[in-house]
């Protein structure tokens, strides 16, 4: 079934057959879709790799910028026009290891934004390496006696920041990856949503089979304004818990701190110069 | 000339004293050098009192007031003779005392104790100095006590103390004809306005229309930062401090693509970490505005001193090919005149504009007559798109219409890969090379839309003298103090795309000499380069001083 996001020509998509994006993009498809969100109201921010290239393939305005460099993109989007809807969408290597420092003062920002990461645990557009996420032992052409770094954890660190909605999706479960992206858009502030993405080209280790076996969805008794709690399921990495893991109660976001919207509360291009505002200015250096 | 510690009150003094000086009908320059710490060292404010608007450093001190012992130390080439040192004898170097220089002692220590302590010197030296030059009282103890509004009541009437306590001594030197200054005074200048170089780009980017200003600070960029943080609410700008320059540019862009108008303020260090970021506006055809503030490299250097050797870094830097335009306002009037013009170039051409000054324009303070406010301020260049909309549509002069997302039906997709003109990623290599002439087209109407260099001077010259940025004032004074007819002076206030007709300005002259405050003179490289010109004397300063008045007029002196 189509939605209004779908192009009414063919699309040459460059990822691989039966690769993880493809259930990521259906279930974001239709998470917007049954938000009832205008294609002309949203916008996309992406870096580079392969999950970045996701907002060529719906219809809808985006910002494909620099490797790493979604967040502040982004998080400008959404201060310059509140009334848009912005998605920052890119893969591990993006947001956790180029863009790692955005990432960090983006949580503690908290721009009313939505972040999509698809967490492959590798490379795949520069075939192959060790992304920041990747498993201790695992074997690349660059990392030849195996991964010998700490894991990236974007959930532990995530909520350790105050983070005001923290949760971790699976792309081979569309319709539970569909109600989570539903959350984090609605949320109001920073929302990440972590998605395990098999890929079927450069990780052997990770795949949909793996990711079946290690994960299991978070049950209902879970609170998410219990910070300890969702610590303590982040935490895991026998297994990995799926769902909400955390909403951050109360915390004021990147607008709700602007004193520019204080006086003009319409989105910036609709702002106007008062020449008599700089006419008093300058004559104030008179006196 | 006031010499004292980092941490001693010199900026305080600096500010109120100009303004007092100012509305008691003087005209007034001020240049502060200062080093890289909060507390000790030597910092030292030079203020120029005329009758007439000057606008440029001296080597020559008429006045010398030190602020501790060992403040003199710095200043053994430019103390003469003819120099009057005022101040406590405890903090006047022994030679001076025993080689029979003019000096006029006061107990400055012992004054400021009675007041309250050695925290009032500057307050003190404020009122002693202006005794001497015949500041109303009343207008002093004003001044003060504005200043010191916010600083509680026992601090603003200790402060008042001091200040008049300082008077009395001045106006008794005055009066007992100790020291006697023979300085006109205008009744107009008391109008006139008294800025500085960030007040000029503050007002400027204010006046075209700024809206997001996103940066990390560094100086000598950060007082615009500051200015508009103050300015935020009033005039509805967003200013966000980034947690590094790569961020501040990226949300710069962020901005602009959104329909904001976002300036960075940065410094060389600063400006070279947000060069990833100034392709990606260079690909995406996003307006930009940068201001770069030069400070000594490279990398760390001389952080708070100035320099103009980052020409070439704004040129060249970014990968790819893409056009730029680079301004270099060498007036207070043209930093507010160029800062509104580079946004309403950087918004009509779709690419980053550079403001580029240096310490020296940034925090030299003068009085000036009035700033002009151009009928039009911010043009606006976005369109309201429709579902056929398209971001990069090829047209003839490469200037694509520029729609926003949330303003219209249509899609508005910009992409760093290269792409076709909905903004989709394409390798095609015809489309390819059907953007990069699009991109590079830009460059001939910007070009046609350039600010030709001023000519100060007699038109039908024999020599030339060229400079850019920060040197026009000094310049122009030392060509007047040398009475030369047969030279003139073309200043750049636009340094890149240069202005078709400027090499016949310097082709026809027989001499040609460059003035630049670097070591290897990058503009005279670029013109030789765009033009074949080369220039047969040059005037180079790289020891993080601006050029003095005396200096130039005596180099130049020499080479003509």
């Known amino acids: 079934m189509g939605t209004v996001f779908d192009f009414d020509h063919s699309v040459d998509v460059a990822w691989c057959p039966g690769c993880g994006n493809f259930h990521i993009l259906a279930s974001l498809k239709a998470a917007l879709e049954e938000l009832e969100i205008a294609p002309s109201s949203i916008v996309f921010v992406s870096g580079i790799g392969q999950a970045a290239k996701t907002p060529q393939y719906l219809k809808a305005s985006f910002f494909n910028g620099l490797h790493g460099r979604s967040l502040p993109v982004a998080s400008a989007i959404k201060i310059t026009n509140p009334e848009l809807t912005v998605i920052a ?9 180029e863009g790692g420092n955005h990432f960090l003062h983006a949580i503690r920002r908290n721009p009313d934004i939505t972040v999509i990461v698809h967490n492959n645990m590798v490379y795949g557009l520069t075939k192959g390496q060790a992304s920041p996420t990747s498993m201790r032992g695992f074997v690349t052409p660059v990392q030849i006696g195996g991964v010998c770094m700490e894991p990236f954890n974007p959930l532990t660190l995530a909520i350790s920041q105050n983070a005001s909605f923290v949760a971790r999706a699976y792309a081979g479960d569309e319709v539970r990856t569909k109600d989570i992206l539903k959350k984090a858009i609605m949320h109001k502030g920073f929302a990440l949503v972590d998605i395990f993405q098999p890929c079927v080209s450069f990780n052997r280790t990770n795949t949909y089979q793996w990711y079946k076996d290690h994960t299991y969805p978070i049950d209902d008794t879970h609170d998410p304004s ?7 399921l982040a935490v895991r990495t026998d297994r990995f818990a799926l769902g909400v893991f955390y909403l951050g109660p109360g915390i004021p976001t990147f607008f709700e701190c602007q004193a520019a919207y204080k006086t003009d509360p319409r989105p910036l291009y609709k702002h106007t110069v008062s020449r008599e505002k700089i006419e008093s200015l300058i004559n104030a250096k008179r006196a | 000339m006031l010499s004292g510690e980092a941490g001693g009150g010199l900026q305080t003094l600096e500010q109120i004293m100009l303004r007092a000086f100012k509305l008691s009908g003087y005209h007034v320059f001020s240049y ?17 009192v005329s009758g007439k608007s000057t606008a440029s450093c001296l080597r020559r001190i008429d006045i010398f007031v030190p602020f501790n012992a060992g403040a003199m130390e710095r200043f053994k ?37 009675g007041v309250g302590g050695q925290v009032y010197t500057n307050i003190l030296v404020l009122g002693i100095l202006c005794g001497l030059l015949g500041v109303e009282m009343s207008l002093l103890d004003e001044l003060v006590r504005q200043f010191f509004a916010k600083s509680g009541d026992e601090s603003m009437n200790r402060n008042v103390d ?39 780009i503050g007002m400027g980017g204010l006046a075209g229309g700024c809206t997001f200003v996103s940066s990390y600070p560094m100086s ?9 943080a103050r300015k935020a609410q009033e005039f509805g700008i967003v200013v966000e401090q980034a947690e590094d ?42 307006p930009l505005v940068i201001h770069l503030g030069q400070r000594p490299g490279p990398a760390t250097g001389l952080p708070t001193r100035t320099e103009q050797a980052d020409l070439e870094h704004a040129l060249y830097s970014g990968h790819g090919e893409f056009p730029r335009m680079i301004l270099a306002p060498g007036t207070i009037e043209q930093g507010f005149a160029l800062t509104l013009h580079a946004f309403n170039m950087a918004d009509k051409y779709q690419v980053p504009v550079f403001i580029l000054t240096d310490q020296c324009f940034l925090e030299s303070n003068y009085t000036l007559g009035n700033l002009e406010i151009p009928d039009q301020l911010n043009e606006r260049f976005i369109i309201e798109t429709d579902a056929e909309y398209k971001r990069y549509t090829i047209t003839e002069n490469g200037v694509s219409p520029r ?8 899609l508005v997709c910009a992409d760093s890969d290269e792409h076709d003109e909905a903004g989709y990623i394409t390798e095609d290599s015809y489309m390819r090379t059907s953007m990069v002439e699009k991109r590079l087209r830009k460059l001939v109407a910007i070009e046609k839309d350039s600010i030709p260099p001023t000519l100060t001077g007699n038109k039908n010259y024999r020599h030339i003298v060229v400079g850019w940025g920060s040197t026009f004032h000094v310049v122009k004074e030392a060509l007047s103090v040398l009475n030369r007819r047969d030279v003139s002076f073309l200043h750049f206030s636009q340094v890149y795309p240069l202005h078709p007709k400027a090499q016949e300005f310097i082709r026809r002259a027989e001499k040609r000499i460059i003035i630049e405050n670097n070591a290897t003179s990058q503009f005279a490289r670029l013109i030789k380069q765009q033009t074949g010109i080369e220039f047969e004397g040059k005037i180079l300063k790289y020891d993080g001083m601006p050029f003095m008045l005396e200096d130039v007029a005596e180099k130049l002196d020499s080479l003509l």
Not at chain 2, 403 to 410: E, H, V
């Open chain 2, 220 to 228: 000598p960029s950060t007082g615009v930062l500051v200015f508009f």
């Open chain 2, 77 to 113: 080439d430019r103390i003469t003779h003819e120099t009057v040192i005022l101040g406590d004898r405890s903090y006047i170097d022994r030679q001076y005392l025993e080689e029979g220089y003019p000096i006029v002692e006061v107990p400055v220590a012992e004054l400021a104790r």
């Open chain 2, 245 to 286: 320059e790569i961020s501040a540019m990226n949300m710069a862009l962020g901005s602009w693509y959104a329909g904001g108008r976002a300036l960075v303020t940065t410094s060389g260090g600063g400006y070279a970490l947000m060069v990833e970021g100034l392709s990606l506006a260079g690909c995406t055809e996003t």
């Open chain 2, 403 to 410: 729609g926003i997302p949330g303003f219209g039906n249509g």
């Open chain 2, 162 to 200: 001091a200040a008049k306590k300082g008077y009395e001594t001045g106006s008794h030197l005055l009066k007992s004809g100790q020291v006697l200054l023979v300085t006109k005074k205008s009744e107009t200048v008391k109008h006139e306005l008294l800025m500085n170089g960030i007040d000029a």
């Open chain 2, 32 to 48: 502060s050098e200062f080093m890289s710490r909060i507390r000790g060292g030597n910092n030292s404010t030079q203020i120029r």
């Open chain 1, 226 to 232: 219990d910070r300890i709690a969702a610590f303590s």
């Open chain 1, 89 to 97: 969408e890119s893969g591990d290597g993006c947001m956790y290891g």
